[in-house]
């Protein structure tokens, strides 16, 4: 659709603006693709899954705009962003989630042989997800691992065993902002490689956290099972209808 408000293009990626965070409108499966040639060129390339909560903190905290809007990447992690995309007529055609498309790069990398990282959550989620990883896509090596309640200090070490071990797949699951900092951080210093914040995927990836059955997911509802189910998170929440009221707004 040819419209005076066509989507602009960000490194070659078309996006569109909302919130001036410049979020891709590739689908899902565009998503893995893209992703795929960057991994395959061994081209730095930060990814980040944004929902409306991180859009609002983008709002609030300057400096994790810049670092959204310098990414390679920002892929619409919500149906709100989905939303907010309809009403400017620039329409992103579906969802893609941190943990929907870090299953399907793994299943990728079986095939390529890739290897991955795996940097955050609790010390029992990480060797879990390491162990699924290890059962379910036998093709990924897995070739190191940090849990992400380490001190500063610890930090330097950290980033040599990255550089040493040299995946393809650096995943960082520390949560927003602290997981896009980590790696706007040091991307100077790593060698070339996809870069993804993942959120809570390894403690679902472990088991230890159930995301939404498929159908709840279908009917847009994954943000209220979250909220019924870890109730404690109902103030950060609270950004989900501030975001859809500023993007209204906008
Ligand atoms: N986490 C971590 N280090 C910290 C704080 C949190 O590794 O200092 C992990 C935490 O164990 C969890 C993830 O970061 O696995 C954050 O999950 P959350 O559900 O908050 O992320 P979201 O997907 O909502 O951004």
Request: charged share 25%.
């Amino acid at each position: 659709m040819v419209n005076n408000k066509q989507a602009s293009h960000h490194g070659g990626l078309p996006t569109t603006l909302i919130l001036d965070i410049p979020f891709s409108t590739l689908t899902f499966a565009e998503t893995v693709d893209w992703c795929t040639q960057r991994i395959e060129a061994k081209e730095a390339t930060h990814v980040v899954t944004a929902n409306p909560e991180i859009v609002m903190m983008a709002q609030r905290n300057l400096s994790f705009r810049r670092i959204l809007q310098e990414a390679e990447m920002v892929t619409p992690d919500g149906i709100g962003i989905v939303i907010a995309a309809k009403w400017r007529n620039q329409p992103i055609y579906e969802r893609v989630t941190g943990y929907d498309l870090f299953q399907a790069l793994l299943q990728v990398g079986e095939t390529k042989g890739w290897s991955v990282f795996l940097l955050g959550a609790s010390p029992d989620a990480n060797t879990g997800a390491e162990a699924k990883i290890k059962e379910r896509f036998p093709g990924v090596r897995v070739v190191g691992r940090q849990h992400g309640y380490f001190p500063p200090e610890a930090e330097g070490r950290i980033v040599e065993r990255i550089q040493e071990a040299k995946p393809d797949l650096l995943v960082v699951a520390m949560g927003a902002p602290r997981q896009e900092e980590w790696i706007a951080r040091y991307r100077e210093e790593l060698p070339p490689m996809l870069m993804i914040g993942l959120g809570g995927s390894l403690d679902v990836m472990a088991g230890k956290v159930k995301r939404a059955p498929q159908w709840v997911q279908s009917i847009h509802m994954e943000w209220l099972y979250r909220l019924l189910k870890q109730p404690s998170r109902w103030k950060r929440m609270l950004d989900l209808p501030r975001f859809l009221y500023h993007a209204w707004k906008e």
